[in-house]
């Protein structure tokens, strides 16, 4: 269950990112980022009468903390990827969001096998080959760069640390919550930029066109099922294995890139896909 939803957390990411990415060419990544986590709220909101949805105290306190991670780790995330070198950025901000939940873990007390710890090491390195796109243009990020992709990357485990800690009994609760309070801080955002210069429209009208609408509503729809998958995920099995698992969102935006855009997969990319099956594989036997 573990490794299957792992995936499946990993995959929705990837497409979220890729069709999220695509609306943020032509309309600000902030604006996007706001109207598709309100989109992904409804959809929490429906599947909890599915899967049910408890608001203890405990649920709601760590629900804060992941909206709180998660407003952090898109707003680092986006300030990297427009820095650059995205190729060098992206695979460092993954990496580092799947460290941390590997700490957290094996500092409570969570034993790994043998298998688990070479396939953990395995997709680690996979992550930075399907990231990383060599070339001639190739440049090392500055300081800020490396500083924001380190805090979203933070941000990202502080999102799974938080998930993980709520019981098998909150359901959705905790998801919704931290829906609630990243849409919170993001219009908060929103209106401190309409503040500063009030020229600009809050919401641009390109948004909610025909073209740009379904894009968000995509990245919505694959931001809440990514976050679903990790919390059944996580509770079904340790959270480094949860954590590590996901952090293989890029090769969802690839493989996408490759079926709708047509876009050459460098061979180094190949490579670490094809490391990452086989670690998925060692994950299986262990």
Do not use: H
Not at 3 to 15: D, K, N, P, R, T
Not at 193 to 199: E, P, V
Not at 222 to 228: K, R
């Amino acid at each position: 269950m573990t490794i299957i939803f792992g995936l499946l957390s990993a995959f929705s990411y990837g497409y979220a990112d890729f069709f999220g990415a695509i609306a943020a060419q032509k309309v600000r990544a902030v604006a996007v980022t706001t109207i598709s986590f309100t989109f992904g709220l409804v959809l929490a909101i429906l599947a909890a009468f599915w899967l049910g949805a408890d608001f203890s105290s405990q649920t709601i306190t760590a629900g804060i903390y992941a909206g709180i991670s998660s407003a952090i780790a898109i707003s680092c995330l986006y300030a990297a990827l427009a820095l650059g070198p995205i190729s060098i950025v992206s695979p460092l901000t993954a990496v580092v969001s799947a460290i941390i939940p590997i700490v957290v873990d094996v500092a409570t007390g969570q034993a790994l096998s043998s298998f688990a710890g070479v396939a953990i090491v395995l997709i680690l390195i996979a992550v930075v080959l399907v990231a990383f796109v060599p070339g001639q243009d190739v440049r090392l990020p500055t300081l800020p760069a490396i500083v924001y992709a380190l805090g979203a990357g933070l941000g990202f485990s502080g999102i799974f640390v938080f998930l993980d800690s709520t019981s098998a009994e909150s359901g959705l609760g905790p998801l919704i919550v931290m829906r609630v309070i990243g849409i919170a801080l993001l219009l908060a955002g929103l209106t401190y930029l309409w503040l500063r210069n009030r020229k600009n429209s809050f919401f641009e009208k390109e948004l909610f066109s025909k073209k740009i609408l379904w894009l968000v509503m995509l990245a919505g729809s694959g931001d809440v099922l990514g976050n679903v998958a990790f919390l059944i995920a996580t509770r079904n099995g340790a959270l480094a294995i949860a954590a590590v698992l996901t952090s293989l969102y890029p090769v969802g935006t690839i493989l996408l890139a490759r079926i709708v855009l047509k876009e050459r997969i460098a061979l180094s990319q190949s490579i670490g896909i094809v490391i990452a099956l086989g670690a998925c594989a060692l994950l299986a036997l262990g």
